[in-house]
Nanobody, 119 residues
Framework: QVQLVDSGGGLVQPGESLRLSCAAS????????MAWYRQAPGKQRELVAT???????NYADSVKGRFTISRNNAKRTVYLQMNSLKPEDPAVYYC?????????????WGQGTQITVSS
């Protein structure tokens, strides 16, 4: 069983930065593809960024150039550095761990951390 604990959310002003962390309690953390999703009120959950086992990252167009996903396999932690936060970024941000195998996909979720951007 994989447990993910998200942290680092808070209230910031437009243009400021935050760093989210997701700590995983799982062996073989390095084999999971990790991701951050977000969900704003009244909207569907959307993918923000992913990072593969070997550190290859991809981003939603809306956050490219502003957000950076990274991972530390030794610490079993994934991060999301969010710079130049905009009024459209507020949401609950969720960490995701995915393991894909032959005939199966396992998805695990953190509890979410709230980001609020307000002047």
């Amino acid at each position: 069983q994989v447990q993910l604990v998200d942290s680092g959310g808070g209230l910031v002003q437009p243009g400021e930065s935050l760093r989210l962390s997701c700590a995983a309690s799982v062996s073989l953390f390095s084999i999971y593809t990790m991701a951050w999703y977000r969900q704003a009120p009244g909207k569907q959950r959307e993918l923000v960024a992913t990072i593969t086992r070997v550190g290859s990252a991809n981003y939603a167009d809306s956050v490219k150039g502003r957000f950076t996903i990274s991972r530390n396999n030794a610490k079993r932690t994934v991060y999301l550095q969010m710079n130049s936060l905009k009024p459209e970024d507020p949401a609950v941000y969720y960490c995701n761990a995915r393991r894909v195998g032959f005939g199966f996909i396992y998805d695990y979720w953190g509890q979410g951390t709230q980001i609020t951007v307000s002047s």
